[in-house]
Structure formats: structure tokens, C-alpha cells
């Protein structure tokens, strides 16, 4: 029995601060899976962030109220999909810490165990099994952190990238490892991160794709930006964008040719 | 020791530039991850270890006073002698103290992180007693007037080549002309020269991986022998550590001894893995006649019972620094004390004040890492967090940092202006980035554009354009 014959499930869309401003493609990308996925896919208004900049830097206060509204904003929905394992990571894992002994407990809990990751969303919990795009060429996948160590999302992204006709996965070496940006440490830390996201850069080039990918914008926009700074010709985009045929467009910082 | 960490910043830039430094970091990356990876997928059972090693500390750290109290009477039982130490300056009082009864010139010592944590070898040496470190990496570090970069691989901000140039400044009695090319013959020279010191030496001092409350007895694992050879040729042995070390069974110890070097080196177990209870006894070949334990506080206890505890039951394998891209790129004297790396940005601002490390729990970009590896399931990130927020409650980061932040915060509570300012900016920003569709360059992201381009918006935002496709969808059907 498939549940969409029943009733389509009701996605409640978080796009993300840095997708909402700086990369809209990956919303629309996000729309057409969840849809083809069989679910009917609202986008609140009243979204911003996740507050994770604010959690990080230890102000719990703005911590608290930027998760309240989002709690608010989404509690009604089936469930709330985000395309970036660390927004949904705080979203899933977070936000009930937030809330412990406080009488939004039990609330905080009900809408985290209804969150999660677009990959691991369409794969895990709607049966994904085949996407209908296509791309040609060779690209190499990039593991965000929260991701991979919060969510466990490995296999999901792996797994639907394989469905892509003509699309090449070439495995990264040390796709596991952190690429520099951990938020607002990228700013703070420049000369650090700068030092992890080349030695990043190193393993894309040498892995001889086309185009990387990873599940969360601010890694590729750290990624895209040190990439474009060396001048290197490889395309940087979030794996949504390909799953969902919606790659024809300028990569991240136009990189590429 | 000198606390540099409140200048981590500069003393990472250095770090960054020093190309010495960059080549031996290289060999963390990849020597002690792979050993680590094969030794645990060769135990089925290695995650069920970890959670029984974690179940072992939780349960003794809830019973500390209990264990402890235990720990002393077996002790005595055994002949040996337990010193209370609040503070470092304790410790080295006592420890000074013992060395002159002794009448003690020089003490050997083997591989220990409290003694750095107490400054004991130069305070030592101000009172007229000569420390000699026993373990390889110590000793290189101490022929060259350093401190620890690392807490199980001290030396390994070196080359080989720095350590043979040190050996030859160093042991001038020796032939110049000698084959030092190979770490083995390194290793060979540094047993030579050692040989001479354990039997000069009036005591002993090591460290302890476990304080064993059933049976009163001290546990070292070391991998040259030079820690058996520290405390059993000397007249005196003195064991410090600090209270956190005590666990209840030897049981206990082995099943704890299962994740340490595994998660540590690689290894199976470590080379030696000795246990020592109290001094010689008249049917023993030998060991020291006095036996002597320093058990130190210096601000574990008042973790006890915070957010902190967690980190009490750190058993000092090094996995996270060996994991952790920060330690991989600035190493960890830029760390500026004691114990660098994940468990150091945790530790430190408990042990020297959050006033004074401040950096480190900044320092780190949450990857996980750490706490993916740590045999103890110590939560690392999420008590930099912790600091974090002291540290913001107190007002101790920067005031662009915290405007910046609060300015943030201002619109990311208020949806309706937040996209209002969105509206604007982001589609001004976009145009602004032209045909490249990137920056070089741009006001106020200096720290960004420093090192990288900034990808520019791609047009108007999501939710802009979002709006508009769903008001034309109800157009259309009305």
C-alpha cells in the first residue's frame, strides 16, 4: 500500500538562510525531488534561520527565540525537510537541548523527531530508490560534517547519485574530513580554515571530476570560493541541483566552463 | 610553563608558516588514523568496549571520594605513601620534599602530562635537581628546551632530520662521524646515553594511566620500557596523578586498557603495560624501597557535578587531536599550554580559566570528529559549546563578534523585516557580483575574502521568488 494513494504527506520546507539568499536553485531543486518523492511541499514565510550561528557562538538567548518561531512556523507539517545536514542537525539534534526542563520540552521534541535531511528524507523514510535526471560527465561528493556524523547520511546521496544516467561518481579521498568552514569559524579562524579547505582543494583536483558536490551551501561556498580562488576549473554544486536535472544553470560562484 | 594560548591566533599563524612544523604534521594525518581505523575493525566488539569503559569512569566519577578513600588504604597496605595535592604548588612541594629527604641529584622521569601540567621539571631544576625525561619524544623536547606537542607523540612537531641535528649539538662525546640517518639509530643513541642516567638516579617519578582502588596499585603503558626502568632502579618511586586516574577493579582496568591503545596507536595493547603496588617487598628482585603517590586535584573536583564532568573520564589516547583538522594544521604548541587539541580546548579553560584560553573552544569548526572517535564517548563539542556560552555570558569575545552577532539575531528573530532586508540587499548583492558571479573582494567580509572568493546570490531570494510563483498560481485560478 503506497502512502501517497492514501494521503500525500505535507512537507514543510526549510530552505535555509544561505540557500534562501545566495542559492534559490537548490530550493526549487529541493521542491521538484520532495514532489516527485510523492509529497505535497509547503514553504513557510516566516522562516529564517536555524539560529545554529547564534547556538555555536554560545548566545543560547537568540539561540531560543529564532527556534521558537521555527518550531511555531513548522509543527503543523508531516514533516520538516531541509537540504543542509547541518541546519536539519540543529533542527533534529539541537533544538530539544534547548529546550530541556523548560515547558517547551515536549513541543521542541514532537517537531524534531518530524525533521530531516532531504537525502536522508527522500531515501530513508519515502522509499527513494531512482532519480529521472541525467547528467554527463564526472562529478566527486564531498561529506558535510553534521551530515555524515549527526544524521548518517552516507549511502542516501551515494545511492540516488547512482540512479543518474551518465552521471561518473568519483569517490574523494577524505571525503570524511572537514572542509574548513564550521560556520562562523571560517571568519573567525581565516587563516586555519584556510589552511583545511586547501588541503581539501587538493583532493577535489586530484580526484579528477568535473564538478563537486556535498549537502550543505556553506561547505561549497568555502569549497567553490577556494576552488575559484586557485583558479581551478571544476564546478561546485549542491547535490539536489543534479538529482533534480536542475544543473544547466551558472554553478556556485559561476565557477567552471 | 608560559601560557601563550590567550596569542593561539598568532601562534597559529606561525605555525601555518613554519615549514618544518607543516611536514611532520603531515604524518599525524595519515599514520595514526589508518592504525587507528584497521585495529578497530578488527575487534567486533571495539563500540561495545567503549560503552562499558564509559559506564566504568561514569559509575567511579559518581563515587569519586569512595574509590579514592579506598584507594589510599590499599596503599598503605602495601607499604606506599598517598599525598594529597590541591593545587600544583602542592605537587611540587611534596614532590620536592620527597626528592630531598632522598637527597636526590637526579631524578628520571618517565612520560607524564601532569608533571607538565605542574611545571615540575623547572621547578625542579630552580631547587638544584636535575630531571632526566626517559621517554624518546620527552627527551628530544627537553634537549631542546620545548614542551610536549602532543600528549602521547611529544616530539611529533619534529623531523628526523631536526632530531639528528639535536643529537649531534647535544651528545658531542660521541663520534661525529655516527650513522644517524635512520629513527632506529636514533632510538639506539638515546638508549645509550639513558643507560648511565637510570642508575645515577636517586628517584623515579612517572605519571599513571590508572590508580587501581582494589588493589592500591599504579598503572603505566608505555612502548620503550623506559618507564619499568624509571620506577624500579631508583631508590624511590613516585607516582603523580591526578584523582580522575582512580579506577575500582583491575577488571575494570583491563577493559578500559582495550580501547586506550587501540584508540591511541593502533596497537593491541601498548609494549609494556606495568602495574606497581607499593615498594619492594622482601621476596621481590627488586623495585624501590619507598613508593610514593601525589594525587592532585588542581580543579578536577569542582568539574565534578557540571557540564564538564564528562571530560573527567578522558583517558589520554590523543585520538582527537589526531583527528582534528585544527590540530592538523597548526599542531599543538600553538595551543599554548598543556594539552592541545579537542580535549586540550576543554580541559584547559577548566584547569588555567576560560579568561585565558578563550580561543580554544572557539577554535574549533564543530566537525565531530573527536567525539566520533573518542574511546570514552566524551562529548567534546558540545562542551566547547559550553564555553562558549560562558564565555558570551561573561562578555569575554570580541565586541565585533558580539555586535555583529546580536545584529544578526535582530532580524533572524523578526521574519517579516528579515525578508524585507533580504528583498533589498540580496538582489542588490547579486547584480553587484556581475558576470563572475563571485567576489575578490568585498567590505566587511574581509575574513572570507581573504583566503577565498565569495560565491555571489544567485538573483532574488528563495522565498522572494517563492511568493511570486505561488501568487500566480492562485491567479491563475481565480
Known amino acids: 500500500m503506497r502512502q501517497e494513494t492514501l494521503k500525500r504527506p505535507r512537507v514543510g520546507l526549510f530552505v535555509t538562510c544561505l540557500v534562501d539568499l545566495f542559492r534559490p536553485t537548490v530550493g526549487f531543486a529541493s521542491v521538484k525531488l520532495l514532489e516527485e518523492a510523492g509529497c505535497e511541499v509547503e514553504v513557510p514565510m516566516a522562516q529564517t534561520c536555524c539560529g545554529q550561528p547564534a547556538y555555536n557562538s554560545g548566545d543560547r538567548e537568540d539561540a531560543i527565540a529564532i527556534a521558537r518561531n521555527t518550531i511555531e512556523t513548522f509543527e503543523e507539517f508531516d514533516y520538516i525537510v531541509a537540504p543542509s545536514g547541518s541546519c536539519a542537525g540543529m533542527l533534529k539534534k539541537h533544538y530539544p537541548t534547548l529546550f530541556k526542563g523548560d515547558p517547551w520540552e515536549e513541543r521542541a521534541a514532537a517537531f524534531s523527531a518530524k525533521v530531516h535531511e532531504l537525502m536522508s528524507f527522500l531515501v530513508d523514510v519515502m522509499g527513494m530508490e531512482a532519480v529521472s535526471a541525467a547528467h554527463e560527465g564526472s562529478v566527486t561528493y564531498h561529506d558535510s560534517c553534521s551530515g555524515l556524523r549527526e544524521l548518517n547520511i552516507r549511502e542516501q546521496p551515494r545511492r540516488l547519485l547512482g540512479s543518474v544516467s551518465g552521471l561518473k561518481l568519483k569517490e574523494l579521498k577524505d571525503a570524511d574530513v572537514c572542509c574548513g568552514f564550521g560556520g562562523t569559524f571560517c571568519v573567525k579562524y581565516p587563516d586555519i580554515s584556510n589552511k583545511i579547505v586547501e588541503e581539501k582543494a587538493v583532493n577535489i583536483k586530484a580526484s579528477g571530476a568535473e564538478t563537486l558536490l556535498a549537502g550543505d551551501l556553506g561547505c561549497l561556498m568555502n569549497m567553490a570560493g577556494k576552488l575559484q580562488r586557485q583558479g581551478a576549473d571544476i564546478k561546485v554544486r549542491h547535490v539536489a541541483e543534479v538529482l533534480a536535472g536542475m544543473d544547466d544553470g551558472p554553478a556556485i560562484g559561476g565557477g567552471g566552463r | ?478
Open chain 2, 1 to 478: 610553563m608560559q601560557i601563550t594560548s590567550p596569542a593561539f591566533k598568532a601562534n597559529a599563524r606561525g605555525a601555518l608558516a613554519d615549514p618544518h612544523l607543516q611536514e611532520a604534521l603531515g604524518h599525524v594525518r595519515s599514520g595514526f588514523i589508518d592504525k587507528r581505523q584497521k585495529a578497530v575493525d578488527a575487534l567486533p566488539e571495539f563500540d561495545a568496549l567503549r560503552d562499558s569503559a564509559r559506564a566504568i569512569k561514569d559509575h567511579t566519577l559518581a563515587h569519586l571520594d569512595l574509590y579514592l578513600e579506598a584507594y589510599e588504604e590499599k596503599v598503605k597496605a602495601a607499604g606506599g605513601r598517598v599525598h594529597w595535592a590541591e593545587t600544583a604548588a602542592d605537587a611540587r612541594s611534596l614532590i620536592l620534599d620527597i626528592c630531598r629527604a632522598a637527597g636526590a641529584r637526579t631524578v628520571t622521569k618517565g612520560k607524564s602530562m601532569i608533571t607538565e601540567e605542574i611545571g615540575l621539571n623547572e621547578f625542579l631544576e630552580k631547587e638544584g635537581i636535575r630531571p632526566v625525561e626517559t621517554d624518546l619524544g620527552e627527551y628530544i623536547i627537553q634537549l631542546r628546551g620545548e614542551h610536549p606537542s602532543h600528549i602521547i607523540a611529544p616530539a611529533v612537531h619534529l623531523t628526523k632530520n631536526q632530531v639528528e641535528a639535536d643529537f649531534r649539538r647535544a651528545h658531542h662525546h660521541l663520534p661525529p662521524t655516527r650513522d644517524l640517518s635512520e629513527p632506529a639509530s636514533l632510538l639506539s643513541e638515546a638508549r645509550e646515553v639513558l643507560r648511565a642516567e637510570y642508575f645515577a638516579a636517586d628517584v623515579g617519578i612517572t605519571g599513571a594511566n590508572f590508580l587501581v582502588a582494589e588493589t592500591g596499585s599504579s598503572v603505566i603503558v608505555t612502548n620503550e620500557g623506559n618507564g619499568d626502568l624509571t620506577q624500579i632502579l631508583p631508590r624511590v618511586h613516585i607516582v603523580v596523578a591526578s584523582i580522575e586516574k582512580i579506577v575500582p577493579t583491575l577488571a575494570d582496568t583491563s577493559q578500559i586498557l582495550r580501547v586506550l591503545a587501540r584508540s591511541a596507536t593502533g596497537q593491541d595493547m601498548s609494549v609494556y603495560t606495568t602495574v606497581s603496588t607499593g615498594p619492594r617487598r622482601a621476596e621481590d628482585p627488586d623495585g624501590p624501597e619507598e613508593y610514593h603517590v601525589v594525587l592532585l586535584d588542581n580543579g578536577r573536583s569542582s568539574m565534578l557535578g557540571t557540564e564538564f564532568q564528562d571530560m573527567l573520564r578522558c583517558i589520554r589516547c590523543g585520538a582527537c587531536m589526531n583527528h582534528c583538522p585544527v590540530y592538523h594544521a597548526v599542531g599543538g604548541h600553538a595551543y599554548g599550554w598543556v594539552y592541545p587539541g579537542p580535549m586540550g580546548a576543554v580541559l584547559t579553560p577548566s584547569l588555567i580559566g576560560v579568561d585565558k584560553s578563550g580561543h580554544l573552544p572557539n577554535a574549533s569548526t564543530f566537525c565531530g570528529r573527536c567525539e566520533a572517535v573518542c574511546p570514552m564517548h566524551i562529548p567534546l563539542p558540545k562542551m566547547m559549546r559550553h564555553w562558549r556560552e560562558r564565555e558570551f555570558a561573561r562578555g569575554l569575545n570580541p565586541a565585533a563578534q558580539r555586535y555583529g552577532l546580536k545584529a544578526w539575531a535582530f532580524f533572524a528573530r523578526r521574519p517579516r523585516l528579515y525578508h524585507l532586508a533580504a528583498s533589498f540587499a540580496i538582489p542588490a548583492l547579486s547584480a553587484f557580483g556581475g558576470a563572475q558571479r563571485r567576489f575578490r573582494y568585498l567590505p566587511f567580509a574581509g575574513g572570507w575574502t581573504k583566503h577565498r572568493d565569495l560565491p555571489a546570490p544567485e538573483s532574488r531570494t528563495f522565498l522572494q521568488q517563492w511568493r511570486d510563483r505561488e501568487a500566480g498560481k492562485q491567479e491563475a485560478r481565480t
